[in-house]
């Protein structure tokens, strides 16, 4: 087996390593309160020892970035299907405020407690990172299409504008998430990218 191939191998051990930890604690909330499930519960299900779980995840809360990733994955297959439908990048970015808000209004109350938790215990640079990379640089691509096209204003950058969607929409979300779940998300998530859209159109005049 060569240096590659072992590489690889490792790679996806430690892939399943780490959605053995993730599963086992979805289930654990499933049952109980986000509260009352500890680590080493996590830990025993999963199979592992403590400091894996602490490697790959730096503390109970730190399993919402599997479960934005996981949200990233299911993104990246609508926008996939829209794309192949012809769709513009304004159409795609509607995809992604309704992929947020659908799969965070579909949460269960353990996964809200946990992206709470997380929001309390992480200084602003870390509220900026909530969304994966790979979903950050799938948004300014969109944008570079929109742009590309005349869709988009080219006034501004095409990663800057897709931080700005993101943390945006990441911004309604939490404080949805602090309002004890209304039924604002959906609607607050809209008027954000409307908000964000109107600034971006190609025919507003240069200030």
């Known amino acids: 087996m060569g240096e590659a191939d072992v590489a690889s191998l490792r790679a996806r051990k430690k892939l399943r390593t780490r959605d053995r930890i993730f ?46 990733q996981r949200l990233a994955e299911h993104l990246l297959r609508r926008l996939d299907e829209a794309t192949a439908r012809g769709a513009t990048a304004v159409e795609r970015l509607w995809v992604v405020q309704d992929e947020i808000a659908t799969a965070w209004d579909a949460s269960g109350p353990a996964t809200r407690e946990m992206a709470k938790e997380w929001v309390r215990s992480s200084s602003a640079s870390d509220l ?28 501004y950058e095409a990663d800057f504008v897709a931080w700005i969607v993101l943390a945006s929409l990441s911004a309604v979300t939490a404080g949805w998430l602090h309002s004890e779940g209304d039924a604002t998300l959906a609607q607050g998530t809209r008027d954000a990218l409307s908000l964000l859209l109107t600034g971006l159109a190609t025919d507003r005049p240069a200030e």
């Open 128 to 155: 900026s990172q909530v969304h994966p990379p790979e979903l950050v640089a799938l948004v300014a691509d969109i944008v570079r299409d929109g742009q590309a096209t005349g869709e988009l204003t080219t006034r």
């Open 23 to 68: 599963d086992a604690a979805i289930e654990l909330f499933a049952d109980r309160p986000y509260a009352e499930v500890t680590v080493d519960e996590i830990c025993e299900r999963a199979e592992v020892g403590r400091a894996t779980f602490f490697r790959f995840y730096g503390s109970k809360a730190g399993l919402l970035g599997e479960y934005s």
